[in-house]
């Protein structure tokens, strides 16, 4: 096959945007011997590629290149050409390109950010730009072929001579990474092999036709935030840059822009945000239903959300899935910050979505299950975390004689706290029973002390020995404990706060007040705030206890459905008990009434990675708490990460501080614990008040 190439010079590219989408819009001329046309920008030149597969087609259509009339429209209006005659290059073998690697994405959804990152790579060729126009080039793919239903290809379409022709206008248009041409190489017939790298948004709806076109071909399907991507797609369909069709038959609204979908006619009563979640889904949807028929070792699946925050790994394991290396140029491309694309319209935020005045997340409603398939794949073939009816010796307690007591004794008098209950038997006092639900696996049998803390309203148990439950009998909330309370013994009731001096409950919930205040400021400004020491040190020391014990007993299998050296527990009771605890605490730095959906008990072992993804719908407001890393080691060696609008941003905790962040906003992740810790947190996951839904 021969390629034959016209360039014009042009003033700015942009002003030939309509033009060009203009001639894309026809399909190309069918003559013999033409194998495919089409034009494009190469840089500051105006290219019209040719192809051919008989030199006497070519001949004839060089002796008289008008009778193609987009190019007598472009050679009517351009300046001079840039060269005395046509380009005629020799194409040579087509078996060369071997393991092509093609990024499969739904518009929006980050693949330029990730073409041109493994561009940098020393053994991958690529195209500047996209295969639209070799693909649609060739007159038999073009949309209008099928009456413009859509961009769908299937094997059934991948014949002889499609193959043949694709495979060469690819060929044609590839580069190496210092941007010389494959065609422009003097040994380029000589090539044995050809590693390509290739991302078209529209490619979505073509993994049959081309898993048949190129048997090797190995596929990376990148997928991105439902609400980020379509609040993209809305925008793009306000700027005249991402026009596909001027002039769609059909369409009331003339220009289309972005993929074709099967089914768009029935889109045009609808609004921006409806159109763009429609293309999402359709994208989406199809290329996993497609991924299905193919190998499992031919794909692979990447979140957009870990693709920006930990872009070395991701890389990383892309090259391993594509067996190609990872090089110097390629380690020294992502040791800078990362890019912004050429399709970028405005800068990046995770959260940009909220202020986009055509996106209403109500357009997503019809395609959750799309949305609950892209989630899963982010889940790992492991162990599924302990049933509910799981069941062990360990039972969580919090002894008021193991407590330390108060280095110095109280100035003032003491009173017993005005919300302190004891309980003797197995039967919470009436008054608590609403407020201290989930004590299945709370120790029982020894009497216990319940009381409030002033900073955040939460109730904690204190548990005291069988011995002991004389002396608390004689406590009555709100005035001074019974004379002989040993000294020691007062102490440690102080620091549990079951017994107070009237200052030091209102400095308490002073505390309290200011720094939930100081925290919802925090979070209103960035989506995250941390609430230091928001669980009291003896409880957050009984609940590490606690849990370390389950792990050891080895009866709580490490593994769950997201990291693979995790101990999780799905609604564990214990934690239950903590996650309705907070949801007022929750309310008040949020600013919004909520309430709980579900928790999630984490023990991250020796090497366990949480790779950066946001959470589903339940759980718009998460909590995380940590406890210990049963170590002692300094919390700075754990930091939870997020991808906020001015980047990555590490947040440490101390044992017994919560963060509190927008779950399904937010990208987030946690890299490995250190070495011989096992680093427990508890998840609470919460969305607002009026929600309608499952809030398991």
């Not at 763009?276 to 028929?293: G, H, I, T």
């Not at 390629?330 to 986009?356: F, V």
């Not at 889940?379 to 799981?390: E, V």
């Amino acid at each position: 096959m021969q390629l034959v190439t016209y360039r014009y010079a042009v003033g700015h590219p942009v002003a030939w945007r309509q033009t060009l989408r203009q001639i894309a819009g026809v399909a190309p001329p069918s003559w013999g011997g033409l194998a495919s046309r089409h034009w494009r920008i190469d840089g500051k030149a105006l290219c019209g590629y040719y192809l051919f597969q008989d030199e006497a087609a070519l001949k004839a259509f060089t002796a008289n290149p008008n009778v193609d009339a987009a190019f007598g429209l472009i050679a009517g209006i351009a300046a001079e050409p840039l060269q005395d005659r046509a380009l005629i290059e020799n194409i040579g073998p087509l078996d060369v390109i071997d393991r092509p690697l093609f990024v499969i994405a739904a518009p929006r959804s980050g693949s330029t950010l990730l073409y041109d990152l493994l561009r940098h790579s020393s053994e991958l060729w690529s195209l500047d730009g996209e295969s639209e126009g070799i693909i649609e080039g060739v007159a038999a793919l073009h949309p209008a072929a099928r009456n413009f239903d859509s961009h769908r290809l299937t094997d059934l379409d991948a014949d002889d001579e499609a193959r043949r022709f694709v495979t060469a206008g690819l060929l044609a248009g590839l580069r190496d990474r210092s941007n010389a041409h494959y065609l422009g190489s003097a040994d380029h017939t000589q090539h044995l092999s050809v590693r390509v790298v290739e991302k078209t948004p529209e490619n979505c709806l073509r993994v049959p036709f081309l898993a048949a076109t190129f048997p090797t071909a190995r596929f990376v399907f990148l997928h991105r935030d439902a609400r980020q991507a379509v609040s993209s797609i809305c925008q793009a369909w306000r700027h005249v840059g991402f026009v596909k069709y001027p002039e769609l038959p059909g369409w009331d609204m003339r220009s289309w822009h972005l993929l074709l979908p099967e089914g768009w006619r029935e889109l045009n009563s609808a609004s921006v945000a409806e159109v763009a979640a429609f293309q999402w889904a359709s994208a989406n949807r199809q290329a996993l239903d497609d991924f299905e028929a193919l190998p499992m070792d031919s794909w692979m699946s990447i979140d957009y959300a870990e693709l920006v925050a930990t872009p070395i790994a991701v890389i990383r394991r892309i090259c391993a899935f594509a067996e190609i290396g990872f090089d110097e140029r390629l380690a020294a491309a992502l040791a800078r910050p990362l890019p912004l694309s050429n399709t970028t319209i405005t800068p990046p935020s995770p959260i940009k979505w909220r202020s986009n005045p055509d996106f209403r997340e109500s357009a997503l409603d019809p395609y959750t299950s799309t949305s609950a398939r892209l989630r899963d794949l982010g889940k790992l073939s492991a162990p599924p975390p302990p049933p509910r009816t799981f069941d062990a010796a360990a039972r969580f307690s919090c002894f008021v004689d193991e407590v330390p007591a108060a280095t110095a004794a109280a100035t003032g008098e003491m009173i017993v706290a005005p919300s302190f209950h004891f309980q003797f038997g197995p039967t919470v006092p009436l008054r608590l029973v609403s407020k201290t639900r989930y004590r299945g696996r709370f120790l029982a049998d020894h009497p216990l002390l319940w009381v409030d803390d002033p900073a955040t309203g939460m109730t904690y148990p204190y548990w005291v020995r069988r011995h002991q439950a004389w002396v608390y009998r004689e406590f009555v909330a709100g005035l001074p404990p019974p004379a002989g309370i040993e000294d020691d013994l007062a102490r440690r009731l102080a620091v549990v706060g079951v017994l107070a001096t009237h200052e030091d409950l209102e400095r308490r919930r002073r505390a309290g007040d200011s720094s939930v205040e100081e925290a919802h400021a925090e979070f209103v400004r960035t989506g995250y705030c941390v609430l230091p020491s928001v669980v009291p040190a003896p409880q957050v020391k009984g609940l590490g206890r606690y849990y370390r014990t389950l792990v050891a007993a080895g009866d709580w299998a490490a593994g769950d459905e997201q990291v693979r050296l995790r101990h999780g527990w799905h609604n564990e009771a214990v934690a239950r008990y903590f996650h309705h605890q907070l949801a007022g605490v929750v309310s008040r730095v949020t600013g919004e009434a909520v309430k709980p959906t579900y928790c999630y008990v984490s023990a991250y072992g020796e090497g366990a990675v949480l790779r950066p993804h946001v959470d589903r719908k339940q759980c718009t407001f998460t909590v995380s708490l940590w406890l210990d890393n049963g170590a002692n080691l300094p919390a700075e060696t754990w930091p939870l990460w997020f991808q906020t609008d001015i980047g990555k941003v590490p947040v440490t905790q101390q044992s017994g501080d919560a963060v509190v962040f927008l779950g399904c906003d937010l990208p987030h992740w946690r890299e490995a614990p250190p070495a011989g810790a096992v680093s427990t947190t508890l998840l609470f996951h919460y969305v607002p008040r009026d929600f309608v839904g499952i809030l398991d």
